[in-house]
């Protein structure tokens, strides 16, 4: 059953707190998922306008001052939306999205409900201007019960369920939607849309486990975070039977070098470490699941003379530091200086 959105959505949507448009913006209008990412971005970030403009003719209010009342008592909003099924008919596309909300009032109460949003894409190859994209079409929705991931539908109407969900992904993604959402745009260089993460499962015995005790597994997760001009930055995370899902940190030394007369482009007098930080982020990084290492190299500028490369290996249920180079010298030349060498055979 199809229901008037604005009466469903003003009931568990509303007013977000001061610095709401610190959260990025999404306006992404490339799947019937991103559609409804994108309208509660817009909720989240008081634009209601833009949230209006994802409806079609057939708006949920009657203006946009009404519209934009519906939201006057809600926090922020948490959505979890699963794949879409579409159907053609007539010149036009439509998509069903299973989605699960949860929405936060001001006074810290809560609401969940859980249905499906109807959108459209009329073919783009058969309008005139202006040009119209994809755009909400209708919404049923019903309260629903916590956990929010579990509260989502397996499927919509007679559309084929959505694939089996990966809770451990799910929880990755969360954790690094909160922890960087303020730091990570998620999106490479020449790409729309934020890159899915990596995905590697390493079977693995602690130390402790007897020689033939059935192995266990431990799944890693590499977000990408951002790029500059010569380096990109990425995220790890792990998830095991123990521990569940967490984020990595890494082990690297703290520097103390020395230029002749002061003066970094002139040659290095000395260079040793002085202790050992844990950084969250990896510089130009990748896992190579042959040799269990994870490996970074950190240019210091583009021509790569300078640079600082690191090696960790996992072993026993977690990666160490095993090997850590520096090249300091911005000579033009690649010398890396070896520091740092558990790794290579005697």
Known sequence: ???????????????????????????????????????????????????????????????????????????????????AAEDGAAGSVFFQVPVAIRATEAGGGQNLYAGCYTARLIDPQIQDEPFRPLFIVAASLEPASEPLEDALPAQCGDAPASPPRDAGIERARALFDAAYDQTCDGTPPGSDRPQAPDIHTIGFRYSYDDADAPERQ??????????????EMHIYYVEDEIDGVRELHFSTPELDIRYENDDSDGPVDSMRVIGFTAENQLVNSDYDPENYTITSYAKWRGLGDAAASGTWLFRHGRFSLVKYEVDASYDGEINPELLLDYYSAP
């Open 1 to 83: 059953m199809r229901t008037g959105l604005f009466c469903l959505v003003a009931t568990i949507t509303a007013a977000v707190p001061a610095g709401a448009q610190d959260r990025p913006y999404r306006d992404d209008r490339s799947d019937a998922a991103a559609l409804i990412a994108s309208y509660y971005n817009a909720v989240n970030r008081k634009e209601y306008a833009r949230a209006w403009s994802y409806f079609g003719e057939d708006k949920p209010a009657a203006d946009l001052d009404a519209f934009a009342n519906g939201y006057a008592t809600t926090e922020s909003v948490e959505l979890v939306a699963g794949a």
């Open 218 to 231: 431990l799944r890693l997760f590499r977000f990408y975070c951002r790029a500059g001009a010569y380096n």
